[in-house]
């Protein structure tokens, strides 16, 4: 984020001003200057001309919002979603897609040029890769259920507020998972079971989980309660089996702390299987509730193909594949590797890898749970070195210990698959002391969202090995 050279913003709230937008920021709101003074808006488009209402003042910028437009975007479209503005899950479904592909790369710029030194112009940053139809794509929904006027209602909390918004039908979920989201709500209602009130702490239900495994049709669905005694569970599993044959395992999942995460830490098997199973490609994966899985399958296979393309495996490479979930990356590599070598803190997501690995009858992959930063310094040292490390790390990028252990690994080839351009850039410039950026490959794995993966491939620097 851009910070104004003065010490503190020169606008009132309330204030009324005029806004040329100049880009998207991360959040994909629209970023303007007031007398030298950042303005960041919402819903605002790059070459807008726009009258803003300061509603927030910050020490270095303002927020805004959109009081009138004067020059509208060319690429500005009606969101077809009839609560878009009020839900806050999306926020570019008033940008023309051709064009979302285009902004989505320039926030990428935007984070090199924010957080290294690098020449933009010099680099190899290819357009974004899109998807086909960009809509109905999420396999995974995590709905909170709340209660208005004896109605239950499951949704997402609106953008900056505690107010639950009720996504009956949400476009960019896949239909599986909104009917499956529908059809409990309703059973749960049916059968009088409490929703969990987060303000007085009392109730029981606080989340519906849904997925959905696009390849093989399955759903499961895992409630989230505050407590582990849930009553008629056996009437809950029957019409859920019943209402929705769809559903292949029931979960349930405790937590009872005050926190903004969704999962606690014990899971029990309430009905059908523990996992469900998807295909991509000629692979199929086993996954459990907990398990971490990319939530478009449609671009994932766009995605791991391309990051299979960067790693230029020839059948003989030792391959580690960091933060591996349930071991998609590495096993998308495995049949051009020599041996691949996995890790993830989440023990049911290396259950699953080993699992997965089995079934598919895979002799040269093996799996660990642990850090990442933990388990390959280990390996390391017992004189195992990879010739090529791929880590996809969550948003707050890679543990500055693991990169300290790929720098010092010799590893010929890093790809880093990542889905926040600025931790990217961040970790970029530390590996950048040993290896020289190839080029930057974004895709589009969240449509009508302002975030983007990248995939980037690293080599050695001969000079430095």
């Known amino acids: 984020m851009k910070k104004s050279t003065n010490t503190s913003v020169n606008i009132h709230k309330g204030q009324v001003f005029p806004v040329t937008i100049k880009r998207l920021g991360i959040n ?24 803003v209402e300061a509603t927030n003042i910050h020490n270095h910028f303002a927020e805004g919002r959109i009081k009138k437009i004067r020059k509208k975007s060319p690429h500005r479209v009606n969101p077809p979603c009839p609560i878009y503005e009020d839900c806050g899950g999306c926020q570019l479904q008033h940008l023309a897609y051709s064009q979302q592909l285009v902004e989505k790369r320039d926030i990428l710029i935007q984070a090199l040029e924010r957080h290294t030194k690098l020449d933009i112009e010099k680099l190899d940053i290819r357009p974004t890769i899109g998807m086909d139809d960009p809509w109905l794509y999420r396999n995974k929904s995590q709905f909170q259920l709340g209660e208005i006027k004896g109605n239950y209602i499951a949704g997402l909390y609106s953008i900056n507020s505690h107010r639950l918004i009720d996504i009956p039908n949400c476009i960019v979920q896949h239909p599986a998972t909104n009917q499956a989201v529908r059809v409990v709500k309703e059973i749960l209602s049916d059968l009088h079971i409490p929703v969990y009130d987060e303000r007085k702490r009392t109730g029981l239900v606080r989340t519906i989980v849904a997925r959905v495994a696009v390849g093989t049709g399955d759903v499961q669905v895992v409630l989230i309660t505050a407590k582990k005694d849930l009553p008629k569970k056996e009437l809950i599993v029957a019409e859920i089996q019943k209402r929705l044959p ?21 899971s029990l098997q309430l009905g059908g299987e ?6 991509l490609g000629d692979i199929s994966f086993e996954l459990s509730s907990r398990a ?6 449609f671009q994932t296979v766009k995605l791991y193909d391309e990051v299979k393309k960067a790693a230029g495996l020839t059948g003989k490479e030792k391959v580690v594949d960091a933060y591996c979930g349930v071991g998609t990356i590495g096993l998308w590599l495995a049949d051009k590797a020599g041996e691949v070598r996995g890790m993830d803190v989440v023990k049911e997501g290396i259950r699953d890898a080993r699992k997965n690995a089995e079934r598919l009858g895979l002799k040269n992959v093996h799996y660990e749970v642990g850090k990442a930063e933990t388990v390959m310094p280990k390996w390391v040292k017992a004189g195992w070195r990879p010739d090529v490390v ?6 707050a990028g890679c543990d500055e210990t693991l990169l300290d252990t790929i720098l010092k690994t010799g590893a010929k080839t890093v790809v880093y698959v990542s889905c926040n351009p600025s931790t990217l850039a961040k970790d970029l410039n530390k590996l950048m002391k040993k290896y020289k950026i190839e080029y930057m490959q974004p895709v589009d794995m969240f449509p009508q969202t302002s975030h983007v993966e990248t995939v980037v491939l690293m080599s050695r620097e001969e000079t430095q090995k």
């Open 390 to 395: 791929v880590v996809d790390p969550p948003r």
């Open 274 to 279: 523990e996992t469900i199973q998807e295909v």
């Open 292 to 297: 971490f899985f990319q939530l478009n399958p």
């Open 246 to 266: 769809e559903v292949k395992s029931i979960i349930q999942n405790i937590n009872g702390k005050k926190t903004s995460l969704i999962f606690g830490d014990e």
């Open 28 to 51: 994909g709101e629209g970023v303007g200057y007031f007398k030298k003074q950042v303005v960041f808006v919402p819903n605002a488009l790059p070459g807008e001309e726009v009258v």
